[in-house]
């Protein structure tokens, strides 16, 4: 998962480090549960596509501080031997609840709850929250294109703008559980058993000294390939597959022209009619330059006959919304429920649960409650992971995952599906059981908490 030189025991924040040894000096190691959700929707969103899962319990199987790690932290001067002693032989040992990948759900739901000793469960904050985030914040862009698609393919060309090769990888693989078929990263393609597509680059046109004789030399390389048509004129372009076309006769394969710059929707249109004029129905058209999933909407809205569509920065790097408002936080300790009263950042405490509430195998809306509750709905959340280890059947397949994906989705409400906001937005209920927990915790952290006297005076004055 982690391709840098460090140990991946080192991505977390330091305030982690310090907090479990200031934990181990107080001999504070009962069970805590942390909870990861997001706070609110983004304005742009109706639900976000939970991904990222696999990728967060490998990193919690193999958590261990090597040498190395452990001779940095040494070298710091802020960490004691015993507490490094301790650090040696840490591993994670709790249990993990969640949601699983491809699971549509929405603001204050968890996604994933870990219980475990409170040393751990605090060091893997950062690591467990940048896989799920990352992963969640692009497959939920990624199926909002899919669903602009209209069922037409959409193809990853995302990488080279995407922030990092890690990125790359990880992108394309929620891109595959949101429902883009395929990609043009070879790496994800053998790391994941993705389909791969490409075409090829207008520099391939430009190093010919004509384009005809380029389109010529490819197609008879690649006999089905989809030819560029844009490098200089587009519909001069599709005019010389067409005279390709005729020169090869039956021999002629090419599968498609792609469109990659003008009036995508109009150069449609004209090439559709020129390809088909040309008896060459059977070739598709192929659209990319800058895509995002308005403007597919708007073209898919319009009728423009594209078979296909190449997404790239926009989806790889998800534009508009590049990040969540995500918290890990604390709700339960010593097997004590916990909150936090912070203005726009409240806490609801304790252990939960997420019951989708159905009519007619459509969701209606969702109930979070306490864990231990039994409410009308199916519940979202389950036991992954027990001991340190995930629990049977094991690791989920991306087929799996994508196939429950597609199930999930079809699932909800087409309003929700959509692109545009939702009206009335997706309802999140809260239990009785669990709003009269928030009250009562709400209530003890109030009349524990001293109130400064009114009349006060400052020291000194």
């Not at 994941?192 to 490819?218: N, P």
């Amino acid at each position: 998962m982690f391709s840098g030189r460090a140990s991946p025991a080192l991505l977390t924040d330091l305030y982690s480090l310090t907090m479990i040894q200031a934990y181990f000096e107080e001999r504070m190691s009962e069970p805590a549960v942390f909870s990861l959700f997001v706070r609110r929707l983004p304005g742009r969103r109706n639900y976000l596509l939970a991904c990222g899962l696999d990728d967060a319990l490998t990193f919690l199987e193999t958590l261990r501080f090597d040498q190395a790690a452990l001779a940095y932290l040494e070298s710091l001067g802020r960490f004691s031997a015993p507490f490094l002693r301790y650090l040696e032989t840490l591993r994670f040992t709790g249990e993990v609840y969640a949601v699983a990948e491809g699971t549509p759900v929405f603001a204050n739901e968890p996604l994933v709850e870990v219980r475990a000793p409170i040393a751990e469960a605090q060091l893997v904050e950062a690591a467990v929250m940048n896989q799920v985030h990352f992963q969640t914040v692009i497959a939920s862009k990624a199926a909002r294109v899919v669903e602009a698609a209209r069922g037409r393919q959409v193809v990853d060309f995302g990488l080279r703008r995407m922030h990092g090769f890690e990125a790359g990888l990880k992108a394309a693989r929620a891109f595959a559980l949101a429902g883009v078929e395929a990609t043009s990263n070879v790496a994800a393609g053998e790391v994941y058993g993705l389909q791969v597509a490409g075409t090829l680059a207008h520099s391939y046109i430009q190093a010919h000294d004509d384009e005809y004789a380029a389109f010529r030399a490819f197609a008879a390389i690649y006999p089905e390939t989809t030819l560029l048509v844009d490098t200089y004129d587009t519909l001069d372009g599709v005019r010389k597959v067409i005279d390709l076309a005729r020169e090869l006769g039956p021999a002629f394969r090419v599968a498609a022209v792609r469109l990659d710059s003008g009036d995508l929707g109009g150069l449609a249109d004209r090439t559709r009619r020129l390809l088909d004029d040309a008896g060459l129905q059977r070739v598709g058209i192929f659209a990319s330059g800058g895509l995002d999933e308005d403007e597919i909407a708007r073209l898919t809205d319009a009728g423009a006959p594209i078979d296909a569509f190449g997404v790239g920065t926009d989806m790889g790097v998800s534009r508009d919304v590049p990040a969540f408002d995500m918290a890990y936080k604390l709700v339960e300790y010593a097997g004590r429920p916990r909150l936090k009263l912070s203005t726009g950042k409240a806490l609801l405490p304790g252990a939960k649960q997420v019951f989708r509430v159905e009519q007619d195998g459509v969701a209606d809306h969702d109930v979070l409650g306490c864990r231990e509750e039994e409410l009308q709905g199916r519940p979202l959340l389950r036991q992954v992971m027990a001991g340190g280890v995930r629990c049977p059947p094991g690791r989920v397949s991306l087929e799996e995952s994508c196939a429950l994906a597609r199930l999930e989705l079809s699932r909800l409400p087409p309003r929700v599906r959509a692109i545009h906001p939702a009206r009335p937005a997706y309802g999140v209920d809260i239990s009785r059981a669990l709003a009269e927990l928030r009250d009562r915790c709400a209530g003890a952290v109030r009349r524990t908490t001293p109130t400064p006297a009114a009349d006060a005076t400052p020291a000194g004055r």
